[in-house]
């Protein structure tokens, strides 16, 4: 007896073999597209999943260590005029790839003129609440010099009152920007893109304010030069200045006799 599917495939002289080969074609498609339709979804989802672990993994959100505990990847405290991703290089909008070889924005200032003798010091002051979570790290740099140049006093500003020196924390590479033509007054940027590539923060804040004081980079240079800055590598620590770049400070604050 003919089953009604064998009646019509008679009546319209379609094969049954066909009718198989085509009902599996379609099962098999239907499944190719299923599968294909899968992929699809689960590479999206990855693709999701990627750019939120690499959103997420980003810089180190906190330094930890006594040399240093500022959130990296974000501006710590205000940024003031340099905002967060400025670094000093922010002219067009954008940060270097690399540490420029010249970080220091303006002209290194000279030998000040009747700022200070042996018995009368220049005060410094400083403000550091652009740069919280770098206490630490400011006032060792600051001590570096502070402590080896008896004609120079680095103290922090008082509540209220006008800095000499303003020190910021920022995305970009370490930097400074002095004011007029005597030294003792400007800007210092600890920039996070070195200290996320192990670059030492006390060194890097007694590096900027040696060019606050008057002087110049010594690149490349020793581990002992404090002066030297990245040209020393990430393993270098030491944020002392060396004795001729003690001397060269002493020398731009005294308004007597030059140091012997």
């Not at 922090?156 to 030294?183: H, Q």
């Not at 002087?215 to 030491?238: I, N, R, Y």
Request: include cysteine; aromatic fraction near 4%; charge should be negative.
């Amino acid at each position: 007896m003919r089953t009604g599917i064998q009646r019509w495939a008679a009546a319209v002289g379609t094969p049954l073999a066909l009718l198989a080969v085509a009902g599996c074609g379609t099962q098999q498609d239907s499944g190719g597209a299923s599968h294909l339709d899968g992929r699809s979804v689960s590479s999206t989802n990855d693709s999701e999943r990627d750019g939120e672990l690499g959103r997420a993994s980003g810089e180190t959100s906190r330094d930890s260590g006594a040399r240093g505990d500022g959130a990296l990847g974000e501006t710590a405290g205000p940024g003031g005029e340099l905002g967060p991703e400025d670094g000093l290089s922010a002219e067009e909008g954008r940060v270097p790839a690399q540490w420029p070889a010249d970080d220091v924005t303006g002209t290194v200032p000279r030998r000040g003129e009747g700022r200070g003798t042996r018995t009368d010091p220049v005060r410094i002051t400083y403000d550091a609440q652009g740069a919280a979570g770098f206490v630490r790290a400011v006032r060792a740099g600051a001590a570096a010099w502070d402590e080896r140049v008896p004609e120079i006093e680095l103290r922090p500003a008082r509540e209220g009152t006008e800095p000499d020196v303003r020190i910021v924390a920022a995305k970009g590479w370490p930097s400074a920007a002095p004011e007029g033509s005597s030294p003792g007054k400007g800007t210092v940027i600890i920039g996070r893109r070195a200290l996320a590539q192990g670059y030492d923060a006390i060194r890097i804040v007694s590096h900027e304010l040696g060019h606050l004081l008057g002087l110049e980079d010594k690149q490349p240079g020793p581990c002992s030069s404090v002066m030297s800055g990245k040209s020393a590598g990430t393993a270098c620590t030491d944020a002392t200045p060396s004795a001729a770049e003690v001397r060269e400070v002493r020398r731009n604050f005294r308004a007597a006799a030059e140091v012997g």
